[in-house]
């Protein structure tokens, strides 16, 4: 499953919603009045989404076959916080405020708060994604929040209480998941497969910002490597090699390949399949 990207954050959002859910449930209730419950729902979602948020950043890390690195789950987990308060609030807020509740309040704009959520955790995602970029970051977690937040709503009304609710952030976590892969990969113009052993092979997306190879915390993890020793980076429609010791950039063309130790990097352009 590690070789599938999309199938990969899928069910590592799926997983990091199911368990956001449950610890979710430890909230305490805080009361009805309007001050109480908007805090409680804001607590709430902040829970939930700082376990999707978990579960995608380990995804990324596992995919790109990267060591544990504390940091990175730290970030994950305050960008879920913020992103899952925010939308919490913003919900609660405004849907305490209406009258009788429709259709509209219901389904439509409880989506649409999911969705505000999608596009502040793609904001984060687009800076540990290479070349995924801001506007593609939102893009995807506005889209996979707001498809996720439908299937939230169906899977809340159909189910029990608890199951319900676990399994509706299951869908919102796999959405986002699904969503921030299908976007990279739409928009994607050139990439690098790494070639890792027979069969196992990982693809990350070039653009104008270096995917960076090398010992330390690069994109592409090489034991033994310096930190940053090589880059390699799409500009003007052409692909190079920058080696950061030395600052000279050398051309790569369709299929040019890289190799480090047992590590294998292969250039591809668009008109070719991801592997």
Same mark, same amino acid.
């Given at each position: ?7 990969? =954050? ?24 309007? /001050?109480?419950? #908007? ?11 700082? +376990? ?51 259709? =509209?309040?219901? /389904? ?18 687009? $800076? ?14 506005? +889209? ?35 969503? #921030? /892969? ?19 092979? $990982? ?21 033994? +490597? ?19 010791? $030395? ?18 990097? /292969? #250039? ?5 399949? #991801?592997?």
């Amino acid at each position: 499953m590690k070789n599938n990207k999309r199938l990969l =954050f899928s069910t590592t959002g799926f997983i990091g919603g199911m368990l956001g859910a449950l610890l979710a449930e430890l909230v305490p209730d805080f009361g009805k009045s309007l /001050v109480p419950l #908007v805090g409680y729902t804001s607590l709430w979602s902040a829970i939930s989404g700082a +376990l999707i948020t978990l579960g995608l950043f380990a995804a990324g890390e596992i995919y790109n076959r990267k060591p544990f690195s504390p940091a990175i789950y730290r970030k994950g987990l305050l960008a879920g916080l913020l992103a899952g308060a925010i939308s919490g609030f913003v919900a609660q807020a405004v849907y305490s405020f209406q009258g009788e509740p429709s259709f =509209f309040t219901q /389904v439509v704009f409880r989506a649409f708060c999911w969705a505000i959520m999608g596009a502040l955790l793609g904001l984060r995602l687009s $800076t540990v994604v290479p070349n995924l970029g801001a506007t593609r970051g939102i893009l995807a977690g506005a +889209l996979g929040g707001f498809a996720g937040g439908l299937g939230f709503l169906i899977a809340s009304s159909v189910l029990v209480e608890v199951l319900g609710r676990m399994f509706g952030l299951g869908i919102l976590g796999a959405a986002l998941g699904f969503a #921030v /892969v299908a976007i990279e990969e739409v928009f994607r113009a050139a990439r690098l497969d790494v070639i890792w052993a027979p069969r196992e092979v $990982t693809a990350i997306t070039l653009g104008a910002k270096p995917v960076y190879i090398g010992g330390g915390d690069d994109h592409i993890f090489i034991h033994g +490597l310096p930190q940053h020793a090589l880059g390699v980076v799409l500009e003007n429609g052409k692909v190079q090699c920058i080696d950061s010791s $030395t600052g000279k950039r050398s051309d790569l063309k369709e299929g040019s390949r890289i190799q480090i130790g047992k590590v294998e990097v /292969v #250039v591809h352009t668009k008109d070719q399949e #991801v592997s």
